[in-house]
Every structure is written in C-alpha cells, then in structure tokens.
C-alpha cells in the first residue's frame, strides 16, 4: 500500500451536513436583519460562512414565490390540464374515425 492510499480512506469518509429548512431560513433571516455580521452568524451556528451568504441570496431572490398568486398557479395547472384533455379528444377521434372505416361506417 503506497503513501498515499493511506489518508484516501479518511478523506473519503467525510459527509456533507444536511440542514433543515427551518434552520436555514432562521440563518437567513438572522443574516438579513444585519444585526450581526455573516461571520458572526456562521461562528454562532458553527457553519461556513458561504452557507450564510448562500441562504440570504435564496431568501431574497425567491422570498416573492411565497406571496404570488395562486390564481396565476391554478390558471396555469387548468391550461396544461386543458391541452392535454383536447389530445386526448383528438386520439379519440382518429381511433374512431379508423374503427368506422374499418367497418364500414364511414362514407
């Protein structure tokens, strides 16, 4: 086994720490406010920095999505709803229309 096999092993056991939702809006909140700075908050909270800033950049950039419309969300659930409701229609009556020529029916 050479040199550098030895400390593969321990490297490869580290695991990534997953964090609540919870915890990272309190962390982005926290950093929002500005009553401490992002280094502070990371050293209470015994994470990297860079998780603070990545969290306060989310909460800002998507904050909004939690006070849009639903009305716009349901209109556009009902549309796609809608075409695939009118594909169906459209199969349906080309397999009809085949099963008619198919037997005669159609003129």
């Known amino acids: 086994m050479g040199h550098n096999e ?3 092993d321990e490297d490869m056991s580290v695991k990534r ?3 609540s ?3 990272k ?3 982005a909140f926290e950093a929002i ?3 401490q700075t992002i280094n502070e908050i990371a050293s209470a909270n015994s994470i990297n920095p860079q998780l603070v800033k ?3 950049k989310h909460l800002l950039d998507n904050g909004a999505a939690i006070f849009a419309d639903r009305r716009a969300k349901a209109h556009k659930d009902d549309e796609a709803v809608k ?3 009118y594909q169906q229609i459209g199969q349906l009556k080309v397999e009809l229309d085949w099963l ?3 037997t005669g029916h159609l003129g």
């Open 83 to 85: 075409d695939q409701l």
């Open 21 to 23: 939702a919870d915890f």
């Open 100 to 102: 008619k020529k198919k």
């Open 25 to 27: 809006l309190r962390i």
């Open 17 to 19: 720490q997953n964090y």
């Open 6 to 8: 030895a400390w593969k």
């Open 54 to 56: 990545q969290w306060k």
């Open 33 to 35: 406010k500005g009553a």
